[in-house]
C-alpha cells in the first residue's frame, strides 16, 4: 500500500496537483500561434566556379539566404538579394553583360549551384567564354 501511496503522490506532483488532498484546477495551456518569422523555406546553396566546360573546381563558397544571409561568400546579403529578385531562377540573375567591355578571349568557366533554394532542390550549372563574361552575367552571386 505504501508503494501505490508514493506512485499516486509523484503522478499528483507530475500533474501539478498537491499531496496534501486539496484538489486544484490545472492550469490552461495556452497555444500560441507560429509567428511568420519562425517559419521558412531553408535557402543553402553550394556555389563553384571551375575552368574549361570539365567538372573541376577553382574556388568554392557556401550561401544561406534563409533565416538570414550568412556562409562563406564574401557578400551574402547582395547576392541573396539577387537570387531572391530572380525567385532562385540563376538565369534569371541581373545581367550586365550587355554593358560591360570583355575581351573576345576563349577560356571556359563553368559556374555551378547545388543545394536547396526556399525548401526546392537546386542544381544548376552554366559555361561562359570567360571569367570576364560570367561575372558580368551572374552579378553578385558569383562573385567570389
Given at each position: 500500500?505504501?508503494?501505490?501511496?508514493?506512485?499516486?503522490?509523484?503522478?499528483?506532483?507530475?500533474?501539478?496537483?498537491?499531496?496534501?488532498?486539496?484538489?486544484?484546477?490545472?492550469?490552461?495551456?495556452?497555444?500560441?500561434?507560429?509567428?511568420?518569422?519562425?517559419l521558412y523555406a531553408?535557402?543553402?546553396l553550394v556555389l563553384t566556379v571551375g575552368k574549361d566546360t570539365a567538372a573541376s573546381v577553382d574556388r568554392a563558397v557556401t550561401l544561406s539566404?534563409?533565416?538570414?544571409?550568412?556562409g562563406t561568400h564574401p557578400a551574402p546579403e547582395d547576392a541573396c538579394r539577387e537570387l531572391g529578385a530572380a525567385g532562385g531562377d540563376f538565369g534569371a540573375l541581373p545581367s550586365a553583360l550587355?554593358?560591360?567591355?570583355?575581351?573576345?578571349?576563349?577560356?571556359?568557366?563553368?559556374a555551378a549551384a547545388s543545394g536547396v533554394w526556399q525548401g526546392k532542390r537546386v542544381d544548376w550549372s552554366g559555361t561562359y567564354n570567360n571569367g570576364c563574361e560570367m561575372r558580368a552575367a551572374l552579378g553578385a552571386v558569383f562573385a567570389f
Open positions: 500500500m505504501r508503494g501505490r501511496a508514493v506512485v499516486t503522490a509523484a503522478v499528483a506532483l507530475a500533474l501539478g496537483g498537491a499531496v496534501t488532498g486539496s484538489a486544484r484546477a490545472a492550469e490552461p495551456v495556452v497555444d500560441r500561434p507560429a509567428t511568420a518569422s519562425g531553408p535557402s543553402a539566404c534563409a533565416p538570414s544571409a550568412g550587355p554593358y560591360t567591355m570583355c575581351t573576345r578571349e576563349w577560356s571556359p568557366v563553368t
